[in-house]
């Protein structure tokens, strides 16, 4: 690998990097999408909610009428008493029954499984790249740069799932929660794809062999004829 193309694998390395860092903040925080009830009473708690793809997090609120157009409960940001459960159907001796009975469980293990993939894929990736510094082992690039694609991929379906999730729950009549919003983890993860997207992409296009810039010089380069 010359200097110029280990100038240009160093660099989107480090972007891929960026993106990898992203993703796991992502898969392991709470922070996807913020849930609040109707408020009815002014000057008492409420009970607003926030969860990623393994738990969910319950928090009483003191809330105070500021204006006719705020009903809901919030904003998560305010002090208050939380209570964090995982999800019964990864631990069964946790209790989300709120989550639970408002949306299917389908959906919540769909997007951490898909998000899992997506963090093997990131890793595989990783290693790929870190072994191509070594002496003639360059032709791994390619194959790294299919991972960090197949990465983001990834978790962009898990994101959709995520967010057809939010959105049954919210339209389900059986629910308590009448506003939600995607918070920090949602972006964290929407920013991943781009990053592994975009640049696995690139990665793959200086793995690729330069193509002639002149027609002449894939006959200097050929073999001369016996």
């Known amino acids: 690998?010359?200097?110029?193309?280990?100038?240009?694998?160093?660099?989107?390395?480090?972007?891929?990097?960026?993106?990898?860092?992203?993703?796991?903040?992502?898969?392991?925080?709470?922070?996807?999408?913020?849930?609040?009830?109707?408020?009815?009473?002014?000057?008492?708690?409420?009970?607003?909610?926030?969860?990623?793809?393994?738990?969910?997090?319950?928090?009483q609120i003191y809330v105070q009428q500021q204006g006719t157009k705020e009903k809901g409960c919030g904003p998560i940001s305010l002090p208050g008493e939380q209570i964090c459960s995982y999800f019964k159907h990864f631990t069964p001796g946790e209790s989300s029954e709120i989550f639970e009975v408002t949306t299917q469980k389908e959906y919540s293990i769909s997007a951490a499984a898909i998000a899992i993939f997506s963090v093997g894929f990131a890793i595989i990736g990783t290693i790929c790249v870190l072994l191509s510094f070594q002496k003639k082992r360059d032709y791994l690039l390619k194959p790294a740069s299919m991972f960090y694609t197949f990465a983001g991929l990834c978790i962009i379906i898990s994101v959709e799932v995520m967010r057809q999730s939010v959105k049954r729950?919210?339209?389900?009549?059986?629910?308590?929660?009448?506003?939600?919003?995607?918070?920090?983890?949602?972006?964290?993860?929407?920013?991943?794809?781009?990053?592994?997207?975009?640049?696995?992409?690139?990665?793959?296009?200086?793995?690729?062999?330069?193509?002639?810039?002149?027609?002449?010089?894939?006959?200097?380069?050929?073999?001369?004829?016996?």
């Open 169 to 226: 729950m919210i339209d389900s009549k059986e629910t308590v929660w009448i506003e939600y919003s995607y918070s920090w983890s949602f972006a964290c993860a929407c920013a991943s794809f781009v990053l592994l997207f975009i640049f696995g992409i690139v990665l793959l296009l200086i793995a690729l062999p330069r193509f002639p810039q002149n027609p002449w010089e894939t006959c200097m380069d050929a073999e001369p004829e016996h």
């Open 1 to 59: 690998m010359d200097d110029s193309k280990s100038l240009k694998v160093r660099l989107t390395f480090c972007v891929l990097l960026v993106g990898v860092s992203l993703l796991f903040a992502a898969v392991v925080t709470d922070h996807w999408a913020v849930l609040s009830p109707k408020v009815e009473n002014y000057n008492t708690t409420c009970e607003a909610a926030h969860f990623g793809l393994w738990r969910l997090c319950k928090k």
